[in-house]
T-cell receptor, first 115, second 113 residues
Framework: NAGVTQTPKFRILKIGQSMTLQCTQDMNHNYMYWYRQDPGMGLKLIYYSVGAGITDKGEVPNGYNVSRSTTEDFPLRLELAAPSQTSVYFC??????????????FGPGTRLTVT | TQLLEQSPQFLSIQEGENLTVYCNSSSVFSSLQWYRQEPGEGPVLLVTVVTGGEVKKLKRLTFQFGDARKDSSLHITAAQPGDTGLYLCAGGNSGGSNYKLTFGKGTLLTVNP
């Protein structure tokens, strides 16, 4: 299994441009997540999905959109890039394990710079 | 809003030393996970603890979940340069939305040879 894959690895955007960050998992996980990681700030949840066709906002959804048309794919869309969106973006997935825990598996990340 | 506070934020030690990293909250969590992240990569799960007072060992790493399920610690014995990385704790929310995690800001560990 490849696990969670993300593309691109790096990207530089100009202010106002749009882009889609791709995320694919081959573990048949129901749950998928998008996080951003800023230096010294840990991981902040942007959006998540509990299954195909179902998405919901996390802590910091403004400026982003998502869709989940298949179990495998969970793309993140930036419509009008702003410097505040400069960050490292991680996609993760998890399966419904025990009642008490959902262990997440992360992709390698996309480093995005908006100038 | 549930918060997880990790301490210390930075830790630089010599190879062979022992260390403990802490993860504290005023909230109860149904589960607590520890991840390690190396530069340029995504976090990798190390362990999950779900029972108050639970202790798990992973080679030289010992993880403990507090009795009240509000805190956790990670102890590394005889640290090695390969232990260098960002250690993140993450709590599973009590009360139903366990599929979402609350992450601490992390402890950046550097083990010098």
């Amino acid at each position: 299994n490849a696990g969670v894959t993300q593309t691109p690895k790096f990207r530089i955007l100009k202010i106002g441009q749009s882009m889609t960050l791709q995320c694919t998992q081959d573990m048949n996980h129901n749950y998928m997540y998008w996080y951003r990681q800023d230096p010294g700030m840990g991981l902040k949840l942007i959006y998540y999905s509990v299954g195909a066709g179902i998405t919901d906002k996390g802590e910091v959804p403004n400026g982003y959109n998502v869709s989940r048309s298949t179990t495998e794919d969970f793309p993140l869309r930036l419509e009008l890039a702003a410097p505040s969106q400069t960050s490292v973006y991680f996609c993760a997935s998890s399966y419904p394990g025990t009642f008490l825990s959902y262990e997440q598996y992360f992709g390698p990340g996309t480093r995005l710079t908006v100038t | 809003t549930q918060l997880l506070e990790q301490s210390p934020q930075f830790l630089s030690i010599q190879e062979g030393e022992n260390l403990t990293v802490y993860c504290n909250s005023s909230s109860v969590f149904s589960s607590l996970q520890w991840y390690r992240q190396e530069p340029g990569e995504g976090p990798v799960l190390l362990v999950t603890v779900v029972t108050g007072g639970e202790v798990k060992k992973l080679k030289r790493l010992t993880f403990q979940f507090g009795d009240a399920r509000k805190d956790s610690s990670l102890h590394i014995t005889a640290a090695q340069p390969g232990d260098t990385g960002l250690y993140l704790c993450a709590g599973g929310n009590s009360g139903g939305s366990n599929y979402k995690l609350t992450f601490g800001k992390g402890t950046l560990l550097t083990v010098n040879p």
